[in-house]
Structures are given as C-alpha cells and as structure tokens.
C-alpha cells in the first residue's frame, strides 16, 4: 500500500529558516537534511490541515507551541536505543569505573551519573543494573540514582512508562530480579527498585549546565551525531566544566571528540578529563 499523502515541498526561505531555527535553539545540524524534513514532517502536517510548510513555519516561529516543536524533534531525530547498547560500554563501567569511584567516595557515598540524551530510558535503567549489581547489599548505603535527561517529552514519558520488550541477550537472572512481565502483551515492566533509582528530567544540551553536583560519570551516547563541529565542541567544554576531576565521559562508537585537550581517550570512545 502506497503512502497516503505526497510530500509538501518546501521553499529555500522556508528550509534555511527552520535549519537557523532547530540549529539555534537545540544545536540540531539540519542543512543537509531537506529530503528528510520533508519526508518525515508530511504526513504529520497535513493531518494537522497544513497544506504546506510556509504556514506551519510562520506558526511554529511565532507561537512556539511546545507540542509543535515537540513533534519536529521527534520526527527529525531517531530515538532508538535498547537495553546493554555498545556493552563493552558497561563492561568498562563495571570493572573500571565502578571501583574506582567506591574507593573515591568511601566517605560520602555518592555517585553522579548523568544518562545525557537518554531517550526512551533503557541506557539509566541499564545503569541501574549494573549499580545495583555491583554495590549488592550494599546499595541501600549508597546513592546511585542517575540523572537521566532528554529534549523530548515524548521519548521521557515512554522511559518513565518503563515497559519494553526486551532484548534476548539479557540475562534471565536479570529479567526475574528487574522486571516484571505482562503475560497479556509480553512486554517487560521495570522493578520499583530500579525505577526509584533514575531521576527524569528534560533537559536541552544547549543550555548551561547548572545541576548541584559535578558529575563523575557522563553518558552521552548518539547524541552528538546531530551537531555541527562548532556545536559539539561547546559541549564537549561544557561536559568537562560539569566534571569532577578524572571524571569519564562516554560516547557511542560512531562519534569521536577529536583532538581535544580536555579529554584524554582512555578506550574505545571512552574519555577521560584531563
């Protein structure tokens, strides 16, 4: 069956317009992405009675209606993830990071982990786990609870939902303690235990970075493939203003900071701040 609609088109004033726009406001890199804006916004404007992108530009510009720049962020960037994503990922944060930070924090006993651009919520639980794994009977004495931050309200509302159908390599001693299952849909419902410990906040990566304590550990995974070079370098500068010192910054493996002196490359797209 074919597609209900044919893309509207969309004029260069109109193109350069929302790139300026999405770019200033989210750091969104959109100017080679025409064929995609208007692919992916078609449907959805012409079930909201555009009839084409001038108007639904004009509008977005002018009221700045929450649900409508919602619905560009979402169309306009994917928000696939999954649980043990890049495992070598937590294998490192297990075995490498984790002792580390015990022995640092012996005395007050707090962690500050930042999920950055975590999607529908499977990276903070995933972490969760491997906390919770780690610290065993001890984790009551601790305070694990990882910060777990999006642009998007939508992919927030699905990770504090917390149900999900989950991957086949995750282990079955893991599913029985974490995860509770629905028989009716076969979906995955994560454990109070976890879900108390991931706080959900939106958050947009352009804006400062003001939370109450420095992080030791920033995961900032598939994020940044949407940033122009000048954009991903701000950032970077204001993850490593936002560090504890040694503290480790992780991206995915598709990304790379460069040549950068504020990070030093410690593993595979694993940093650490100088």
């Known amino acids: 069956m074919g597609t209900l609609f044919h893309d509207i088109t969309i004029s260069d004033a109109d193109f350069q317009r929302m790139v300026q726009f999405i770019h200033k406001e989210y750091g969104i890199d959109l100017s080679k992405k025409r064929q995609l804006i208007s692919s992916r916004l078609s449907n959805a404007l012409k079930e909201r009675g555009y009839t084409d992108f001038h108007s639904f530009v004009e509008h977005l510009f002018h009221s700045k209606d929450p649900a409508e720049l919602e619905l560009v962020l979402n169309k306009l960037t994917t928000n696939y993830t999954f649980f043990l994503r890049e495992k070598e990922h937590f294998s490192f944060f297990e075995q490498t990071v984790l002792p580390e930070l015990e022995r640092k924090h012996q005395r007050d006993r707090v962690l500050s982990i930042w999920s950055a651009g975590c999607s529908s919520g499977e990276e903070p639980y995933t972490l969760s786990i491997y906390l919770k794994e ?42 029985r303690k974490y995860f509770k299952k629905d028989s009716a849909t076969g979906q995955y419902e994560v454990s109070q235990e976890l879900r108390s410990n991931v706080i959900f906040r939106t958050f947009n990566l352009m804006e400062p970075i003001r939370f109450r304590l420095k992080f030791d550990v920033i995961f900032c995974r598939n994020v940044m493939i949407y940033f122009d070079q000048p954009t991903r370098d701000a950032l970077v500068r204001r993850f490593w203003e936002a560090m504890n010192p040694g503290g480790y910054l992780f991206i995915s493996h598709s990304e790379s900071l460069g040549q950068t002196p504020l990070f030093q490359l410690t593993a595979p797209s694993i940093y650490r701040k100088r």
């Open 134 to 175: 780690y610290f065993g009977p001890n984790a009551r004495h601790w305070d694990t609870r990882v910060l777990a931050t999006d642009i998007s309200q939508q992919a927030l509302s699905k990770a504090q939902a917390g149900r999900y159908q989950i991957p086949a390599d995750m282990p079955d001693a893991w599913l």
